[in-house]
């Protein structure tokens, strides 16, 4: 039995294979909107583009290392850092392509559900 499967969840949970199903979306839709950032010439193009790479990477990070025994806080306080720099890249994407914002703003939804499910893992283990 893996960490997480030896985890009290919320009655909430989205199953197991929407996870997956969607960081493959929405990470397609952030690659489609970092083409139209790359490729516009719109002012702000660029702390877009650095706002996009930092939130991408801050959540491969979270999903490849944060989560484990003994890190419940430290997974739950870094999705936040994390939804925080979705929003920020999603407002900067939009300032300089409103499609590529769009395209980034789904991620929120998403993020916002898995830092909310961090919160409750948390609240249910608290000596995980």
Known sequence: MTFFESLDKPDWIPPDWAFPAAWF???TLQLIALGLLVTGD?????VAIGLLGAQFITSVI???AVFGPGRLTLAAWWLVAVLVLVV????????SSALAGALIAPTIV???VAT???F???RLNPNA
Do not use: C
């Open 62 to 64: 979270w999903q490849a």
């Open 88 to 95: 920020a890249a999603t407002l900067a994407a939009w300032r």
């Open 116 to 118: 909310a499910l961090g």
């Open 42 to 46: 719109r002012p702000g193009r660029n």
């Open 25 to 27: 979306t929405l990470w």
């Open 110 to 112: 998403w993020v916002s």
């Open 120 to 122: 409750s893992l948390l």
